[in-house]
């Protein structure tokens, strides 16, 4: 059985990328947008691989085994 415990460490890195980037971006005029869009894009691909991750886990159609008879 698969565990739950990738999608928490994952959620740990990103989080950590995210505090990265919310620390070493560069002072200027746009040091928010530069910050809103790596926290942004980190966000929307954590959640696109979570739900990639859980639904591998748990499919919604599960597969259907014919047997062929001779």
Do not use: N
């Not at 894009?41 to 259907?64: E, F, I, K, N, R």
């Amino acid at each position: 059985m698969a565990s739950i415990l990738p999608i928490f460490f994952v959620l740990v890195v990103v989080a950590a990328l995210m505090t990265a980037s919310a620390l070493f971006v560069p002072k200027g005029p746009d040091q928010v947008v530069i910050r809103t869009g790596l926290m942004i894009a980190l966000a929307a691909c954590y959640l696109m691989w979570m739900v990639t991750y859980m639904a591998q886990l748990h499919p919604l159609v599960s597969p259907v085994v014919t047997i062929k008879q001779e």
